[in-house]
């Protein structure tokens, strides 16, 4: 409501109003509404597992999904987290949506899919990037230290929307992302 939409079935679409705070705002306000949600119960999840807490939305709400990470022994005596970001929000006096769950990995890996193509890296660089840098930037990407691939997910995704009827995912990175990857930078 706040951001000029309505809940359309399973997704979000454009309402007949006008949204009466931006979506940077909206994004900031929900950050900071989360963080101050406290659950004494809950054992404390590693945040490392969740490269994209506070960026994915809700594809029936619009809420950001929560983090949720169980932890199972298994006989070998091996204890396996299990990760998921899910609908647990009740921000805006709303029940969380039911059956939202996604595996932290599996979001991941469709993101990491998106950097193996050369369109993606078109639109990181903008369009002064030549061929070549491209294909640098690529080759530079694939050979990073995971860690570092993981900080520059987790600095440049800016957003990730989710349309569960068409199973598509939609990604927003920052404007400056691409930067550290054109060659006068040299970050990498
Ligand atoms: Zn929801």
Known sequence: MYLGRIADGRNVRVGCHDAIVNQATFDATQRQLNSRRTNSRRRRVNHDNFTFRQKIVCPRCGRFLNTYQITKRHSLGAEI????????????????????????????????????EHETWRTLLGPQA????????????????????????RNSVE????????????VT??????AAFLPENGCF
């Open 81 to 116: 987290a299990y990760c998921y970001y899910r609908c647990r929000s009740t921000a805006g006096g709303l029940p969380p949506c039911q059956g939202v769950q996604y595996g932290a990995w599996d979001i991941e890996e469709g993101i990491r899919f998106l950097l193996n």
């Open 130 to 153: 030549s061929d070549q840098s491209i294909r640098q930037a690529m080759d530079t990407w694939r050979v990073l230290l995971w860690q570092w691939q993981h900080t520059w997910l």
């Open 159 to 170: 957003r990730i929307e989710i349309n569960e009827d068409r199973s598509t995912i939609a």
């Open 173 to 178: 990175f920052s404007s400056d992302a691409g």
